[in-house]
Every structure is written in C-alpha cells, then in structure tokens.
C-alpha cells in the first residue's frame, strides 16, 4: 500500500520559499506510469492542482503558479519537493502530495494526509 507524507514549515513569512518535501513508501516514485502531484486547499476553495512530476522526472505546472513554483525529486530518498517562491498570506492552505494517474488535474488515487501552511508576518 503506497503511503504519502508531507513534511515543512507550517509558517512561512511573506516573500519568502515555501519548500515542502513528500516522502512516499510502498511503491517507488519511478514505476511507470504514475505521477506525483502536489495539490493545496486553501480555506473555503476548491482543491487546486500545483503541479506534478512523472516517473520519469517530466515536471507539469498549473500556469497560474508556473512562474514561481519548482518541483524536484530525490529518487535515492524515494522523494519529492515542492519549491514555491515569493509567497503571499493568498497562499495560505492545506498542501497535499498525491499520486495519480493522469497529469494536469487533482484526481488522485493515494494522498498524503495534508499539511497547513500558514503565510503570515
């Protein structure tokens, strides 16, 4: 059984990087075909998708983050990170890992438990 946990700040200060780490066990980050998602809530909205990277290490971002948003693993670690620059108290949510078998949306089919991210001075 594939397991997602989520791990960083749960404060972060504005403009500052926001870097949060997914570490996955029961299954390895580079089986075909699977990608791995990280997704946010913030509070009373929709669940949105951020971004993924694929087994292969191909990385998809949503164009409304792309221009501040990295995602990277560490394949040896069995990891994944989410970078996100110059964040803004907006950025305020529960922030997910997932896997899923589609790209560029939020459907999952194992999830980390969430982590709160709060973007405050």
């Known amino acids: 059984q594939v397991q997602l946990q989520e791990s960083g700040p749960g404060l972060v200060k504005p403009s500052q990087t926001l870097s949060l780490t997914c570490t996955v066990s029961g299954g390895s980050i580079t089986t075909n075909f699977y990608s791995w998602k990280w997704l946010r809530q913030p509070p009373g909205k929709a669940l949105e998708w951020m971004g993924t990277i694929r087994y292969s290490g191909v990385t998809y971002y949503s164009p409304s983050l792309k221009s501040r948003t990295s995602i990277s693993r560490d394949t040896s670690k069995n990891q994944f990170t989410l970078q996100l620059r110059s964040v803004t108290p907006e950025d305020t949510a529960v922030y997910y890992c997932?896997?899923?078998?589609?790209?560029?949306?939020?459907?999952?089919?194992?999830r980390g438990q969430g982590t709160q991210v709060t973007v405050s001075s």
């Open positions: 997932a896997r899923g078998s589609t790209i560029a949306d939020d459907t999952w089919d194992h």
